[in-house]
């Protein structure tokens, strides 16, 4: 595998939206880190953990009219929810300072921590302005059951694959995840990026081959590349590329 983010190669401003399960705010981080010496703006359009330790260089979550005024760097921008280590959406404002910003990068989706999630129809929140929609699937679920421990959502799971609880996840219902009408991709906008992410063995990077190889002619058709990696060791390989 090579560097993960030479796998992406983001050239000039982009929007960026991040959906799916097993790995979106670590992918978001380690994105926005490569990309330090730019103006890279992280945000959420649903809600994202406040970070433990701060990986940003700046950052918003009351008054939002200075946002986009700093240098390079990394700005945070998202509001305080009251009980929570978390941040919400911040204000629509925000959104005027996209032109301000090199890189953006927004979580546009939750999965309460869970490898494999179902959609409501008001998810995920991919804003229009986005250019780049990175959809992520973990690996690592495989052979994993079908239960309300390993789905978020799970009826609405279950009605998109056409799987059963208590069935063992194989390729075949990852490509399902993917590929549904209901499922990763309804909702995303801009070019198309599938992450198969949690790849560690060269079993694993086979099975995510074994993925790809299910997926239907008319999905590849809006995908732009698929990506097998390993966010927390920061290494990838592009398995295909339109």
């Known amino acids: 595998m090579e560097r993960l983010s030479d796998c992406f190669a983001f050239q000039g401003k982009q929007v960026i939206s991040l959906i799916g399960s097993g790995g979106k705010t670590s992918l978001m981080w380690y994105l926005a880190d490569c990309y330090r010496h730019e ?43 009251l009980g929570a280590h978390k941040l919400s959406a911040p204000p629509s404002i925000v959104q005027q ?57 799970l009826p609405l799971f279950l009605r998109a694959t056409g799987t059963k609880t208590g069935e063992v996840i194989c390729e075949e219902t990852l490509a399902e995840v993917i590929s549904s009408p209901k499922g990763l991709w309804a909702k995303s906008r801009g070019h198309r990026i599938l992450c198969i992410n949690q790849v560690e063995t060269s079993e694993q990077l086979n099975q995510a081959k074994k993925v790809l190889s299910l997926l239907p002619c008319m999905l590849m058709k809006r995908l732009t590349k698929i990506i097998a990696c390993n966010v927390q060791s920061g290494k990838g390989v592009v398995l295909w590329e339109k």
């Not at 406040?50 to 986009?68: A, E, I, M, R, T």
């Open 39 to 81: 103006k890279v703006l992280v945000s959420t359009t649903t809600k994202i953990g406040y970070p433990l330790h701060q990986l940003y260089d700046f950052f918003y979550c009351q008054d939002f009219s200075k946002v986009g005024t700093d240098g390079r760097g990394i700005t945070l921008a998202g509001t305080h929810m």
């Open 97 to 153: 300072s996209f032109p301000s910003f090199d890189k953006i990068f927004l979580e546009a989706d939750g999965s309460k921590q869970l490898p494999l999630k179902g959609w409501e129809t008001f998810e995920p929140v991919v804003i229009p302005e986005t250019t780049v929609t990175i959809g992520l699937i973990p690996i690592s679920v495989l052979n994993q059951k079908i239960d309300e421990t390993t789905v978020h959502r």
